[in-house]
T-cell receptor
Framework: KAGVTQTPRYLIKTRGQQVTLSCSPISGHRSVSWYQQTPGQGLQFLFEYFSETQRNKGNFPGRFSGRQFSNSRSEMNVSTLELGDSALYLC???????????FGPGTRLTVT | DQQVKQNSPSLSVQEGRISILNCDYTNSMFDYFLWYKKYPAEGPTFLISISSIKDKNEDGRFTVFLNKSAKHLSLHIVPSQPGDSAVYFCAALGRAGANSKLTFGKGITLSVRP
């Protein structure tokens, strides 16, 4: 069974630009969560989607948004990029009613 | 306010010995706890979990202990192997609302010396 895939793996953007990251969950998984990992901060929860609906949201500004499609694939968007948005963005998927999340390799975003 | 704390940023252990990784939490609504392992340039990998109705869960070389009264859990790796060298994240969640999302600690870097 294929794992969680994320594209692109690496991205360099300039301050003020916007970016869209993509995540394809494991087949059969309908829940997708997004996390931001920065040095010294661990993994911080961005949001969770289930059946195309946002089920939970972390404490991030409105510049961070996401969506989920009917095939469970998910995208997250960051508008008006800031230097502090440089991070590893991780996507995780899980089965319904399961606590165990399976992570993708992440997208390394660098904002210059 | 960090609800899941991994106070030791790193741990170094000799191969074959026991590794004990500690984690503390503050939110009494958490009732399920997980450990993840992360290698560089890879996403975290699920390792082992424990429900709050248990105080111990074992899977091969990995055992997680939960002390609810102390709001403390620990991961024991016995025997430790060089391939165990990675960053280990403790995570917790509750059943409903804002608690139903995974909350991670900042991670512990484990180095197992050959």
């Amino acid at each position: 069974k294929a794992g969680v895939t994320q594209t692109p793996r690496y991205l360099i953007k300039t301050r003020g630009q916007q970016v869209t990251l993509s995540c394809s969950p494991i087949s059969g998984h309908r829940s997708v969560s997004w996390y931001q990992q920065t040095p010294g901060q661990g993994l911080q929860f961005l949001f969770e989607y289930f059946s195309e609906t946002q089920r939970n949201k972390g404490n991030f500004p409105g510049r961070f948004s996401g969506r989920q499609f009917s095939n469970s694939r998910s995208e997250m968007n960051v508008s008006t990029l800031e230097l502090g948005d440089s991070a590893l963005y991780l996507c995780a998927s899980s089965r319904i009613y399961s606590y165990e999340q399976y992570f993708g390799p992440g997208t390394r975003l660098t904002v210059t | 306010d960090q609800q899941v704390k991994q106070n030791s940023p790193s741990l170094s252990v000799q191969e074959g010995r026991i590794s004990i990784l500690n984690c503390d939490y503050t939110n009494s609504m958490f009732d399920y706890f997980l450990w993840y392992k992360k290698y560089p340039a890879e996403g975290p990998t699920f390792l082992i979990s424990i429900s709050s109705i248990k105080d111990k869960n074992e899977d091969g070389r990995f055992t997680v202990f939960l002390n609810k009264s102390a709001k403390h859990l620990s991961l024991h790796i016995v025997p430790s192997q060089p391939g165990d060298s990675a960053v280990y994240f403790c995570a917790a969640l509750g059943r409903a609302g804002a608690n139903s999302k995974l909350t991670f600690g900042k991670g512990i870097t484990l180095s197992v010396r050959p």
